[in-house]
């Protein structure tokens, strides 16, 4: 049997570990509560102002205005889903559809379709069709169905127009139907209702998302993706169709419930 002297060199590590243990216990606890809410406000609100809101950002030189961490989530997404058509609304300077549309180069597959209320560039790229005029005009709305129905495979919609909440919520009722089972909608920039430095834009995408949600068991929000790299500009914003569902089931996109002529 071991002597008293032998066993508490043991006994001593074992008590060390347990305090270091309980410890490291104690600091996760804080860090899950408020603590970890203001530090990721507080760094999330410094890397904004530090990027000018990611406007700076290019691809390939050209200008993407896109918070880099949500863009190479997407990169995973659509490498994974592998979608025929991807449908964005936002064109803006266009970089971002460029970059979709050279990742579709890299797999040899998929389209781009982007709309938006004026033309803010000069890119062209084979795999990308721009659209002109509010995304929730009859006019984009109908042409983006019929290039949905001519798909063969994923489709994939991305919401990057006019951030206000009723067009946001005009815009998913339009979008999500054509959304295909397992793919997403994604609402980008709910981050305005969620720093206090974007305030001026509220109500944002949040309040469109998290009602659209309760009417539409269909969809759920992948907060996987949007804690990818912990930072995002699309809080709650990866809206899932759930894969037993149809695309012809349970979401109305009627154009005559749309009333925003202010519309991007």
Do not use: C
């Not at 500009?233 to 012809?248: A, C, F, I, K, V």
């Amino acid at each position: 049997m071991a002597t008293f002297r032998e066993r508490f060199p043991r006994n001593r590590r074992d008590v060390v570990l347990a305090i270091d243990a309980q410890f490291r216990r104690l600091r996760k606890a804080i860090y899950r509560g408020p603590v970890r809410e203001a530090g990721h406000r507080l760094f999330f609100t410094e890397l904004v102002e530090a990027t000018d809101n990611f406007g700076q950002i290019t691809w390939l030189g050209r200008p993407i205005w896109q918070n880099v961490l949500d863009l190479w989530t997407i990169q995973e997404t659509l490498y994974e889903l592998r979608p025929a058509l991807l449908i964005e609304t936002g064109t803006n300077r266009g970089g971002s559809s460029f970059f979709f549309a050279q990742l579709f180069d890299l797999m040899d597959h998929g389209r781009v379709i982007t709309s938006d209320v004026e033309r803010l560039h000069d890119l062209h790229h084979p795999r990308v069709e721009y659209l002109i005029g509010s995304s929730t005009s009859p006019e984009v709305i109908g042409h983006v169905r019929s290039a949905v129905a001519q798909a063969d495979g994923p489709v994939l919609v991305i919401l990057d127009s006019d951030h206000n909440a009723r067009h946001v919520t005009n815009e998913l009722e339009l979008y999500a139907p054509l959304v295909t089972p397992g793919s997403y909608i994604i609402v980008q920039d709910g981050s305005i209702d969620t720093l206090r430095l974007f305030r001026v834009g509220r109500p944002g995408p949040l309040p469109a998302i998290r009602d659209f949600l309760a009417r539409h068991p269909e969809f759920d929000s992948d907060r996987t993706k949007e804690k990818r790299f912990v930072i995002s500009h699309s809080p709650e914003g990866w809206l899932r169709r759930r894969p037993d569902t149809s695309t012809d089931k349970g979401v109305s996109g009627s154009l005559d419930s749309v009333r925003d002529s202010t519309a991007r």
